[in-house]
T-cell receptor
Framework: GAVVSQHPSWVICKSGTSVKIECRSL??????MFWYRQFPKQSLMLMAT?????????EQGVEKDKFLINHASLTLSTLTVTSAHPEDSSFYIC?????????????FGPGTRLTVL | AQKITQTQPGMFVQEKEAVTLDCTYD???????LFWYKQPSSGEMIFLIY??????QNATEGRYSLNFQKARKSANLVISASQLGDSAMYFC?????????????FGAGTRLAVHP
């Protein structure tokens, strides 16, 4: 199946710093990617839709200035957590649909575990 | 608004037995898609099975089958011949058309433990 990678797989940072997470589609072009957040023992919550060549669409309650999304190419979307605080500690997962496939399957990255001290 | 409900926080099953994980959904749309994903402790989301709202046959993928009852708005996952490696979190999800064709909303998940 299609492959989506994320980097880094985990990151620990000090409060107040910014952290960038990359999401790449390795063998297909993704005009759209999705960013999810998952707290321990909870479900995935959609944060935003990343659109290649245009602004991201954020879900209600997600701070745009806090979570900056850039979809610079058809294979790369980045999520930057700005001025991170301990409450931003979470598991961040990206996904992308492969438009060449007939089914609606989305391919998920392996996730990035962020810990803010 | 679209909603996915998984009422079983945890399930136990003996190895080699079958298990059913429940999922009900709520939508006013006629066209929608239902998914099941497996999330092991490593965190990756593994696609298991998909059912389209217009599919007349229940979806099957190896040991996974989806018991789709449209009138009852349920899409239960059946895992046959459980294996120890099936122990994981399982999420039911629905494509959310009004907000974007490929957007998924997820249920709360069910943690499955397979005992030897």
């Amino acid at each position: 199946g299609a492959v989506v990678s994320q980097h880094p797989s985990w990151v620990i940072c000090k409060s107040g710093t910014s952290v960038k997470i990359e999401c790449r589609s390795l063998d297909f072009q993704a005009t759209t990617m999705f960013w999810y957040r998952q707290f321990p023992k909870q479900s995935l919550m959609l944060m935003a839709t990343s659109n290649e060549g245009s602004k991201a669409t954020y879900e209600q309650g997600v701070e745009k200035d806090k979570f900056l999304i850039n979809h610079a190419s058809l294979t790369l979307s980045t999520l930057t957590v700005t001025s991170a605080h301990p409450e931003d500690s979470s598991f961040y997962i990206c996904s992308a649909p492969d438009p060449s496939r007939a089914a609606d399957e989305q391919f998920f990255g392996p996730g990035t575990r962020l810990t803010v001290l | 608004a679209q909603k996915i409900t998984q009422t079983q926080p945890g399930m136990f099953v003996q190895e080699k037995e079958a298990v059913t994980l429940d999922c009900t959904y709520d939508t006013s749309d006629q066209s929608y898609g239902l998914f099941w994903y497996k999330q092991p402790s490593s965190g990756e989301m593994i696609f298991l099975i998909y059912q389209g709202s217009y599919d007349e046959q229940n979806a099957t993928e190896g040991r996974y089958s989806l018991n789709f009852q449209k009138a009852r708005k349920s899409a239960n996952l059946v895992i046959s011949a459980s294996q120890l490696g099936d122990s994981a979190m399982y999420f039911c999800a629905m494509r959310d058309p009004p907000r974007g064709y490929n957007k998924l909303i997820f249920g709360a998940g069910t943690r499955l433990a397979v005992h030897p």
